[in-house]
């Protein structure tokens, strides 16, 4: 069996549309691959409540104009759009993802990951829901089939902070500094929202070439989000 562990972010446009490229080169691919969701924070410092959309933090961080904020958003629109993804970043709001990443760990222990993962994008990317709050992340849980009341009560004493912890102080033993970052059975990393062709020869190539210190992590390429920029 491949493993293919992932690290992104809830709030990453790219590692959404990275997400489904992977999911269409499994879609084909003939042998058993299984896929753990690793944490990574893209602001840690993000303050919880923060009213503001998505588009205004980001101008107000960047310096961007609105005319350049609405120009970027309508570009990875466009691209999620090819992907099957209907983004609404004017419904879109920041968020400090700790809580959310800690949830998925509640996820993975109940075996509802996965499901959680797409449920929590879906959430933020199309329908404006708040990440951060916990009354909302323990719906959605809810929505995937995991016990609502034992989520909220895992958001309330802080469980799984030790699990986030240890999936970033591991991505930083990668070199890894902006996501989507897909590693294949520790053995090939791939960085970006790639082509789909480059997860089908991840795929097939697995077992053939040992992992190195992943290159070119250090700024936002193509499809990458990184803790100051997207690549939009």
């Excluded at 499994?26 to 602001?43: H, I, K, N």
């Excluded at 879109?92 to 993962?117: I, M, S, V, W, Y």
């Excluded at 077992?207 to 939009?232: K, Q, Y």
């Amino acid at each position: 069996m491949i493993q293919v562990e992932v690290w992104s972010d809830v709030v990453c446009p790219w590692c959404y549309i990275g997400k489904r490229r992977l999911e269409g080169a499994l879609a084909t691919f003939p042998g058993e691959v299984s896929v753990e969701w690793r944490s990574f924070q893209l602001d840690p410092s993000t303050p919880t409540g923060d009213p503001r959309t998505v588009g205004e933090s980001l101008a107000a961080r960047r310096g961007f104009t609105a005319a350049q904020v609405k120009g970027m958003f309508a570009n990875v629109t466009a691209i999620a759009a090819q992907e099957g993804l209907d983004f609404d970043f004017d419904r879109a709001r920041t968020a400090n993802t700790l809580d959310a990443h800690r949830l998925l760990h509640f996820a993975k222990a109940h075996g509802r990951q996965g499901e959680l993962k797409e449920r929590l994008m879906r959430g933020y990317f199309t329908e404006g829901a708040d990440v951060a709050d916990h009354t909302v992340l323990a719906g959605l849980a809810a929505e995937v089939g995991l016990d609502e009341v034992a989520a909220k009560q895992a958001l309330t004493d802080g469980s799984y902070a030790e699990d986030v912890d240890a999936d970033i102080a591991q991505a930083r033993a990668y070199g890894i500094s902006g996501v989507p970052f897909f590693v294949f059975n520790q053995r090939i990393g791939v960085s970006g929202a790639q082509p789909l062709e480059v997860f089908e020869q991840a795929l097939a190539q697995s077992s053939l070439t040992v992992l190195r210190a992943p290159e070119g992590t250090a700024s936002a390429a193509a499809g990458e989000c990184t803790d100051d920029s997207c690549a939009i």
